[in-house]
């Protein structure tokens, strides 16, 4: 198991309207060896006496290793009523709690000789292609892999680091796409989000418009467990072997 260590919070910020975003630093003076795609867990006490652990996916864009002092972001979904939520929306600045971690095998594998990468996630799942930039930038450089991200959302606000994505879709035009995919609103202001490929509906409905490869593509899914089972489903009837699909599934605790 995982040796706790503290974290102090460095600083908090609603992006969404059910989603923060935190940024904590290790408080002991020691680096944290992470690789982009692994999450962390943080513990803390609860009213009862009893103590809880939460998980979340390190959204911090980095290559490897977080230096000491460097920052350790996360995103946390607001669920009313939730322990966790609670908790981070009563802590003050400096306060720290423990963690553990990071853990996680939902990386980018060095030896992977793909020509493209499908990034397929709904919610705060996303959060695991954020921290993943830095290397796929390094990738569509070195070997001209593609990338395309599709990030199922209910309205535009919930588009977490969008313009991080649409960042890179204007720096590797045409080896990085940005496919949005929004259940309940339509993305409205298309300045805002220019480069985008916006669809309404849910994320295995794009997977046709993306015609997977066998043998050519690699797909990472993160987020609701629902959509992870229908899109494993739909990736494999389009041919794609299991080993090249990998996933993560997102419970919601409160």
Excluded: W
Excluded at 102 to 107: I, K
Aim: aromatic share 8%; charged share 25%.
């Amino acid at each position: 198991m995982s040796k706790f260590f503290p974290i102090r919070l460095l600083e908090r910020r609603q992006i969404a309207p059910t989603v923060l975003h935190l940024a904590f630093v290790r408080d002991d003076g020691e680096a944290l060896d992470y690789t982009p795609g692994q999450f962390i867990q943080i513990h803390f006490p609860l009213a009862d006496g009893g103590t809880a652990r939460r998980s979340y996916s390190c959204a911090t864009r980095h290559d490897h290793r977080i230096a000491c002092g460097e920052a350790v972001e996360f995103v946390a979904s607001i669920v009313p009523g939730g322990a966790a939520t609670a908790l981070f929306q009563g802590m003050e600045i400096g306060d720290c709690l423990q963690a553990s971690g990071p853990l996680g095998l939902f990386t980018l594998k060095p030896a992977d000789a793909n020509r493209r990468y499908l990034l397929i996630a709904t919610g705060t799942g996303v959060a695991s292609y954020r921290s993943m930039l830095p290397q796929l930038d390094a990738m569509i450089r070195e070997r001209g892999v593609e990338v395309a991200i599709v990030h199922g959302a209910r309205t535009p606000a919930e588009l977490l680091f969008a313009d991080e994505f649409l960042a890179m879709v204007d720096k590797h035009p045409g080896k990085f796409r940005y496919l949005p995919c929004l259940s309940r609103e339509d993305l409205g202001d298309a300045a805002a989000f220019a480069g985008a490929e916006p669809a309404h509906g849910h994320v295995q409905d794009r997977l046709a418009d993306l015609a997977p490869k066998p043998g050519a593509d690699i797909a990472y899914i993160c987020g609701n467990p629902n959509m992870v089972d229908a899109v494993v489903a739909t990736l494999k009837e389009s041919g794609l072997p299991m080993k090249d699909i990998r996933r993560e599934k997102y419970i919601s605790l409160k």
